[in-house]
């Protein structure tokens, strides 16, 4: 397969990883909102407030995993205020990367 250089185009929205810090298109990521002090992934991308995103894989998410970056992502001062479903996520995020890695070799 040679076809794994993507050219980005200018006018999609780009954001950045809290994990890695790289800069994706918005749609390859997956959104992150405080929703009632719970933290909750936002699959449709359009639920007001402060948003994080991640790429849809498990070794970013393992980056937020000590809570620093998401209190930055979100300005909480402790991770206390969150309420996170840390194994939910991260089956999640697992199962993403392998949903990925198959979609990427159609
Ligand atoms: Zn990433």
Same mark, same amino acid.
């Given at each position: 397969?040679?076809?794994?250089?993507?050219?980005?185009?200018?006018?999609?929205?780009? #954001?950045?990883?809290?994990?890695?810090?790289?800069?994706?298109?918005?749609? /390859?990521?997956? #959104?992150?909102v405080?929703?009632d002090?719970r933290?909750?992934?936002?699959? #449709? /991308?359009?639920?007001?407030?402060?948003?994080?995103?991640?790429?849809r894989n498990?070794?970013?998410? /393992?980056?937020?995993?000590?809570?620093?970056?998401?209190?930055? *992502?979100?300005?909480l001062?402790?991770?206390? *205020?969150?309420?996170?479903?840390?194994?939910?996520l991260?089956?999640?995020?697992?199962? *993403?990367?392998? *949903? #990925?890695?198959?979609?990427?070799?159609?």
């Amino acid at each position: 397969m040679s076809a794994s250089k993507k050219s980005i185009n200018p006018a999609l929205p780009i #954001r950045t990883c809290i994990g890695c810090r790289n800069r994706h298109p918005k749609h /390859q990521l997956v #959104r992150l909102v405080v929703v009632d002090g719970r933290l909750c992934r936002d699959e #449709r /991308q359009n639920l007001p407030g402060r948003g994080a995103y991640l790429c849809r894989n498990a070794s970013c998410w /393992q980056k937020c995993r000590n809570g620093g970056r998401l209190l930055h *992502a979100f300005r909480l001062s402790a991770l206390n *205020a969150l309420e996170i479903d840390w194994q939910g996520l991260a089956e999640w995020f697992e199962k *993403a990367d392998n *949903a #990925r890695d198959e979609s990427e070799s159609k």
